[in-house]
């Protein structure tokens, strides 16, 4: 299965790879990846630990530059753009959060929009918006420490600071794996609406295929640093192949 | 009373001495060490250098930098110069210690959210770091203020006159009046200093 940009339509991809390797010495993290991401769409790239798939996340914020090939953002290269001004127009959550633990949730939040030059009381108010919408009501949240917050209250607020500056791509690092079931269940049915709600382009990483049925509009599943599959959902279920198999195993 | 008049005016002499090193030492360490993060190659050499110094029994370190021409020679100048070498090192590898010890993933949003290499270090590296580096100025602090007696030996004055002075008349009285307040100095300085880093913001 090749990786075309069925579902991409008629609208120009947000983010593009473009015969992307990339490698460290002699080991090969990603081979020739090609993959166009629509705006407005929630692709999942799916695959086990060491298949690359967040060396390929990294790429699109520049945090990483491809050894060969090229990562298009909004058609620029990563390469071309001024990477602190490409990094403000693109939200981050990781599984870790890193939270600023100086930092009180507010001014967590209002990050990005503080270094974007906005007004105060626009901060303000963008902050107590995004808590709201993440169910952390503003009163009680805005003034605590990181270390006062649970860990499923310290990913939404991970989220909240990500969405703060309205950026029009995101991107997720398994944010929700080291929460528990139950409190995972309940930020990703949160991650719908707010992804279905704010039409965002995401980009999410994840090794647990629930998770990518779930959320995805499509699926790309990375195996030894190659895209082996990129479909929707629904034809996840059909689709063939030995490492499709064995993630569809999981699914149970 | 004029013997009361020389303790004070020697335990000022001395006071001033340690607050010139160690200020000197501390922007030095400080700026040095920041550098430091950014060049993991240079680590180990200025790492070795300002342990090497530290290795220097102090009173061979004062006598050493005597004959050195414009640095050295004997008095005050010199005296302060042997002790920002000693107080160095601690300064120097705390604020290495604390930039590097910053969480991974909090370094790598900060990075991610587009903030800019300054940012990073105004806003998030040395707010995180600042209990590190506060303890390396409190120890840099307390051993040069017992470190500075020996400043008297190459004219650098201080508390020193009293013990060198009651060393050579054996005089314990006048070692005393030198020893006890460097050690009064040095327990102010500890716990001031010590008052102030837990003050900071507690992470």
Known sequence: MTATDSGAGPRPAQVEFRDVSYRIGAKQILSHLNLKVAAGETLVLLGRSGSGKTTALKMVNGLVQPTEGQVLVEGKPTTEWDL????????????????????????????????????????????????????????????????????????????????????????????????????????????????????????????????????????????????????????????????????????? | MTQFTEIWDLTLEHISMVLIAVGIASGLGIALGIALTRRPGLRRWVLGFAGVMQTVPSLALFGFLIPIPLIGGIGKRTAILALVLYALLPVLRNTLTGILGVDAAVRESAVAMGMTERQILWEVELPLASRTILAGVRVATVTTIGTATIAAAIGGGGLGVFIFRGLASVDSAQILAGAIPAACIALAAEGGLGWVERKLSPV
């Not at chain 1, 303000?124 to 649970?150: G, I, K, W």
């Not at chain 1, 929460?179 to 965002?200: A, N």
């Not at chain 1, 295929?209 to 030894?224: D, Q, V, Y």
């Not at chain 1, 034809?235 to 993630?247: I, R, S």
């Open chain 1, 84 to 252: 602190v001004r490409l990094r403000r127009r693109i939200g981050y959550v990781i599984q870790d959060v890193g939270l600023f633990p100086h930092f009180t949730v507010s001014r967590n939040v209002g990050l990005v929009p503080r270094l974007e030059g906005w007004e105060p009381a626009r901060i303000d108010h963008r902050t107590s918006e995004l808590l709201a919408m993440l169910d952390l009501p503003p009163d009680q949240y805005l003034q605590r420490y990181p270390r006062q917050l649970s860990g499923g209250q310290r990913q939404r607020v991970g989220v909240a600071r990500a969405l703060a500056a309205d950026p029009p791509v995101l991107l997720f690092d398994e944010p929700f794996g080291a929460l528990d079931p139950v409190t995972r269940q309940e930020i990703q049915q949160q991650f719908l609406r707010v992804s279905q709600s704010l039409g965002k382009t995401s980009i999410f990483v994840t090794h647990d295929a629930r998770e990518a049925m779930l959320l995805a509009t499509r699926i790309g599943l990375l195996a030894g640093g190659r895209l082996e599959t990129l479909v929707s959902p629904s034809d996840f279920l059909q689709a063939k192949g030995a490492e499709v198999e064995a993630f569809r195993a999981c699914l149970g």
